[in-house]
């Protein structure tokens, strides 16, 4: 398991899509999901949750992987 929680990890995997730095985000991650509601579901079981942000689709494993799917490549 990471040192970074699971929004960190969603904040990270969307800022390299971008090609910028997650400081750089124009969109704060809560507009979409609570980053603690997030962070506290993952620490408590195994679950797989998928959200829209950015023009992506969002999706954390249940190994806490997050994957990206652009909006646009659907």
Same mark, same amino acid.
């Given at each position: 398991? #990471?040192d970074?929680? +699971? #929004? @960190?990890? +969603? /904040?990270?995997?969307i800022?390299e899509?971008? *090609? &910028? !730095?997650?400081?750089? /985000? !124009?969109?704060? /991650? $809560?507009e #979409?999901?609570?980053?603690e509601?997030?962070d506290?579901?993952f620490r408590?079981?195994? &679950? @797989?949750v998928?959200? =829209? $942000?950015? *023009? $992506?689709i +969002?999706t954390?494993?249940?190994e806490?992987?997050?994957?990206l &799917? #652009?909006? %646009? %490549? =659907?």
């Open positions: 398991m #990471s970074h929680s +699971v #929004s @960190e990890a +969603v /904040l990270a995997a800022a899509a971008e *090609g &910028v !730095d997650v400081k750089a /985000l !124009d969109t704060p /991650l $809560y #979409s999901i609570s980053p509601a997030l506290k579901l408590n079981s195994p &679950v @797989e998928t959200f =829209r $942000y950015m *023009g $992506y +969002v954390v494993t249940p806490q992987e997050v994957e &799917v #652009s909006i %646009d %490549d =659907r």
